[in-house]
């Protein structure tokens, strides 16, 4: 970092020191993260450092007992080693209670993937303390998921094209990725992208500091997730450590406070970067919207700094854009109170008003009889709703599709067919919303229906709004066919859709016709709504 005497891909704006105001902000900023619960209690990470220690162990081991299976020697196979590296909130040291542990095995280039799957998987579900053990080898990142001493850990693998992987390697080199298989790039990438950033900052303690307020107030204010178009922790990270960079003697309350202004003030699509982006030693595309069109399309870059450098952000559509930086605007101007002593911090983190702010919604429900498909397939529809924001926006009367960042989940007992079919379409009565499980049990015909709304917020043109309130049967209705029709037809091309075992449909909804379901107890409005758009 330090050849050019500073951080990042321009000269700092301020390398003062924090004032005594900013000193005191910053105190009272980390007690109210305190009260938020955002730290784990020293319990908590005690435990996490024994279960990573017996981890790195058993990997040694999976290793070694490949390599013998190999007819490596017994000595050979002792060397052959194998590493654990962390990554995601764990490794940037901003994990809260619960948070899993992203971990990457690497292993010498003898063990295979195969070998992952079929002689780990298994040494896992033997480990002391573990359970819940599930490997999915097909996915785009094949991952095993677990639980151990009831702390949730995903690993990945990376096979590197060395004879053994000693202690103290380091995966910064560029050229470790030469002849490696692409799921094991793309394993590799999470922990080189954190590396990087942890690299790029000039001081961790602030930049983890700034960071747990971030993640805090973009959670509350429901911005935090890179599916539905906004940005995940990854995106989240960059975003500060850019600004850490830009102050580097700042701490975390005055980078806080930059952070909202920058961010609303910011160029886009000018990207965001840490780093100048790097070539490298790989036929692979690093992202380049001078030579790529796809990456000219990209509204708020977000570059990640290790090679191969990606958009992290390419997901954000114009409604969830001007929603962020609606966002950075109200913490801005939050922040300038709390620097005057004319707010509290807490207000930072205020809970969103999702489900309060909008006139008309549209539900998207998925369902199936099954609550294993069912995770796959409403995660299917989730990953394609950003497809129907962006079909909304193209609605001339509409100025805004907001898609909520999760499902909600319903398990319906349902007594016959028709039951069956009305809760596909949304139509939850009473009575089955009240019915129990041993309700239905033994009966003939019953079944249990397991379905995942999903919301998306529409704002209409005053105009529009005005009409079709005059008129609300009228022919001037908002008309959302073509997009709804359209996104459902899409998301059958699932390759695993089939129609007889899942159901899903969009439908349009006054905010009167919300579950008490979206609401915390007490938050519902009695009866006439303020302001709704
Ligand atoms: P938490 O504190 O765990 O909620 P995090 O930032 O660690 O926050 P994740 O554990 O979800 O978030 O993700 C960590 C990284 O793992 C981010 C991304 O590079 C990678 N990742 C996340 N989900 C997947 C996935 N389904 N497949 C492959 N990689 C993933
Ligand atoms: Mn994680
Ligand atoms: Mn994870």
């Not at 005059?470 to 997009?483: C, E, K, N």
Request: aromatic share 8%; charged share 25%; net charge neutral.
């Amino acid at each position: 970092a330090s050849q050019q005497g500073f951080y990042g891909v321009t000269p700092p704006i301020s390398t003062s020191e924090s004032s005594e105001r900013e000193k005191e902000v910053t105190v009272s900023l980390m007690e109210e993260l305190r009260r938020q619960n955002v730290f784990e209690n020293e319990q908590e990470a005690r435990t996490r450092e024994i279960v990573m220690g017996r981890v790195a162990a058993l990997v040694k081991k999976f290793v070694r007992t490949v390599s013998l299976s190999r007819g490596l020697s017994e000595t050979a196979a002792n060397a052959a080693g194998g590493k654990i590296f962390t990554f995601g909130s764990y490794r940037l040291g901003v994990h809260g209670p619960g948070s899993d542990i992203d971990t990457l095995c690497v292993v010498p280039k003898h063990v295979s993937r195969e070998d992952f799957f079929d002689v780990f998987e298994p040494m896992l579900r033997e480990a002391e303390g573990a359970m819940e053990v599930s490997g999915v080898p097909e996915a785009y990142v094949p991952i095993i998921k677990t639980k151990i001493s009831g702390i949730p850990i995903d690993f990945l693998m990376a096979r590197l094209a060395l004879s053994s992987i000693p202690d103290d390697l380091s995966l910064q080199d560029n050229n470790l990725l030469r002849n490696l298989d692409e799921r094991c790039v793309r394993s590799l990438n999470g922990s080189r992208v954190n590396e990087e950033i942890m690299r790029l900052v000039p001081n961790v303690e602030v930049f983890r500091d700034s960071l747990r307020c971030i993640k805090l107030w973009a959670t509350r204010r429901a911005i935090y997730s890179n599916v539905n178009g906004f940005l995940g922790g990854v995106g989240w990270a960059m975003l500060v450590a850019r600004i850490c960079q830009l102050y580097p003697n700042a701490i975390a309350g005055a980078i806080v406070s930059r952070f909202f202004i920058i961010m609303y003030q910011w160029s886009w699509p000018q990207p965001v970067l840490l780093k100048q982006i790097e070539e490298g030693p790989l036929q692979v595309r690093v992202w380049n919207p001078k030579l790529y069109p796809g990456d000219r399309s990209h509204r708020m870059p977000i570059i990640t700094p290790a090679y191969p450098a990606m958009c992290a952000t390419h997901n954000v559509t114009a409604s969830t854009q001007s929603i962020m930086t609606e966002e950075f605007k109200k913490g801005a101007d939050i922040v300038d109170k709390v620097i005057i002593g004319k707010a509290s911090w807490s207000e930072l983190f205020e809970k969103h008003d999702f489900f309060l702010k909008y006139r008309n919604y549209l539900q998207v429900i998925a369902s199936t009889g099954d609550p294993e498909l069912q995770m796959k397939w409403a995660g299917t529809v989730e990953s394609r709703i950003r497809q129907l924001v962006m079909k909304l926006e193209y609605v001339a009367s509409l100025t805004l599709a907001h898609p909520f960042i999760k499902g909600f989940n319903q398990t319906s007992c349902c007594l016959s067919d028709e039951e069956v079919h009305a809760v596909a379409q949304g139509e939850i009565s009473d009575a089955i919303a009240n019915r129990k499980r041993e309700d239905i049990e033994g009966k003939e015909g019953a079944s249990l229906v397991y379905s995942t709304t999903f919301y998306i917020g529409l704002a209409i043109e005053p105009k529009q709004r005005e009409l079709q309130l005059a008129d609300a049967v009228g022919p001037r209705r908002l008309d959302i066919s073509y997009p709804t029709t359209e996104f459902t037809k899409m998301v059958k091309l699932w390759e695993h859709f089939d129609e007889s075992k899942m159901g899903i449909i969009v439908r349009h909804i006054k905010s009167s016709g919300l579950p008490d379901c979206v609401f915390d107890v007490g938050e519902r409005p009695a009866k006439l709504v303020q302001k709704r758009v």
